[in-house]
């Protein structure tokens, strides 16, 4: 991208692909091909983001099994962060483990206090290759951390136990997403 260009300005908005799809629940690949592709999938991620009004969204969110995500976040203290990582690994979690809200674009409507760490610190790559670290806190962090879970084939549900998780998968079972045609 272009330094100034607004993210997803010249992306298609894609399908979101939705819990029980199993590309949510595999591995997604390294990237190897730092092109003109890469450049259009991290297009289409921030223009399906901010179609569905998210703070975050990884490539497997829209069919596509590549180790990338993008974000448009705040953190607690109101700071916006914008960007992207490509083959993402975090690299620090700590602090205070927080039980807060937590939603996903896969599981529209719903969410679920969900524990995670409020400092989160993941290095990877720009689409040009450029090795960035990214480092969050508060929300923000909680976004990158949900985002490389995506990566890993796991959704926020997978990190519930007990009552949370059976009355999200209740919630799932009756959401009109979930229902056929």
């Keep these: 991208m ?8 010249h992306g298609r908005v894609r399908p979101l692909t939705l819990l029980g799809d199993p590309a ?5 690949r390294e990237v190897t091909d730092f092109g003109p592709e890469l450049v259009r999938l991290v297009d289409d991620l921030f223009a399906t983001m901010y179609a569905a009004r998210g703070v975050g969204l990884a490539a497997n969110q ?3 099994p590549l180790r990338v995500f993008v974000y448009d976040c705040p953190d607690d203290e109101d700071v916006r962060h914008l960007g992207h990582v490509v083959n993402p690994k975090p690299v620090e979690t700590d ?3 927080v039980r807060g809200p937590e939603g996903c674009l896969s599981l529209p409507g719903l969410e679920a206090g969900t524990e995670r760490y409020d400092h989160a610190v993941v ?6 290759g450029e090795p960035v670290t990214v480092h969050g806190t508060g929300f923000f962090a ?6 490389c879970d995506h990566l890993e084939g796991r959704v926020y549900a997978d990190r519930l136990t007990g009552w949370r998780h059976r009355r999200l998968m209740r919630q799932v079972s009756r959401a009109s997403w979930r229902r056929p045609g």
């Design 2 to 9: 272009r330094h100034g260009s607004i993210p997803g300005v």
């Design 24 to 28: 949510l629940h595999a591995p997604c």
């Design 62 to 64: 829209i069919g596509v």
């Design 95 to 97: 602090g205070v483990v």
């Design 123 to 128: 290095e990877g790559f720009t689409v040009t």
């Design 142 to 147: 909680r976004c990158l951390q949900h985002e």
